[in-house]
């Protein structure tokens, strides 16, 4: 029910041709990274125009992130709308659906530089971009991938940040978005119930519809998940 399609290009001819495809959603991977390498936390860049349904799946993005690997969301609650001092809206301020630009990790990290190499963190980043997906986009249809600084015409060779120990930003996010690609076409019904899983590193052993008002809560001390119809 989806299709995924990589725009390249400059930022602007990327975002023309999206709309000239009528994407449902536009997705452009980054990683952050600072002069301080313990600068460590999670942020989706929107638009300066940005929809409240780009901000709040922007939000629901960085949130899942933070959860997953244990960090801080920046921004105003995971989304720094229109950039950082104008870096970043540019990007996305020319498409006309919702569109998101991800900063999940910091590849000036050495702990996030570990990750961001990691075949199964790298898998994690992409499931929760593929659930994001699906969440926001129910009914499915074209999705627009961009790899941050990677295939720009004006600028051939950018690849973005140094990943701390090796490697380049942009080479990163294209083995992740090409993995959520992967996770994003294999989705083959609307996500019709509420759903629980049982996850071990980046794979799911185990789900369950429940029911929608049901109140789930976990004893560590029993290892018992009740779930509790209402
Ligand atoms: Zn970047």
């Not at 991938?145 to 380049?168: E, I, L, Q, W």
């Not at 019904?189 to 509420?194: F, L, N, S, T, W």
Request: proline share 4%; hydrophobic share 35%; charged share 25%.
């Amino acid at each position: 029910m989806y299709n995924v399609e990589f725009y390249k290009g400059d930022y602007l001819e990327r975002q023309r041709k999206a709309n000239d495809d009528k994407c449902v959603c536009y997705v452009e991977h980054h990683f952050n990274s600072s002069a301080s390498p313990s600068a460590n936390y999670v942020v989706v860049i929107t638009g300066s125009n940005a929809s409240q349904t780009s901000k709040n799946w922007g939000r629901w993005y960085a949130q899942a992130v933070a959860r997953e690997f244990d960090l801080p969301v920046g921004g105003n609650a995971g989304i720094q709308v229109g950039g950082y001092n104008g870096r970043g809206d540019f990007n996305l301020r020319h498409t006309y659906m919702p569109a998101i630009l991800l900063e999940p990790l910091f590849a000036s990290n050495p702990q996030h530089a570990e990750w961001i190499r990691s075949d199964e963190r790298q898998n994690r980043l992409a499931r929760i971009l593929c659930e994001s997906i699906q969440r926001f986009f129910q009914k499915g249809g074209l999705v627009a991938f961009s790899v941050g600084h990677k295939y720009k015409t004006s600028r051939p060779n950018d690849r973005g940040a140094k990943v701390y120990g090796g490697g380049m930003e942009a080479d990163y996010a294209e083995e992740i978005l090409n993995k959520a690609q992967e996770m994003i076409e294999g989705i083959d019904k609307p996500q019709e119930h509420r759903k629980i899983n049982v996850i071990q590193g980046d794979e799911v052993l185990w789900t369950q519809n429940v029911d929608p008002d049901s109140d789930i809560t976990w004893d560590p001390v029993r290892g018992v998940l009740r779930i509790d119809q209402a």
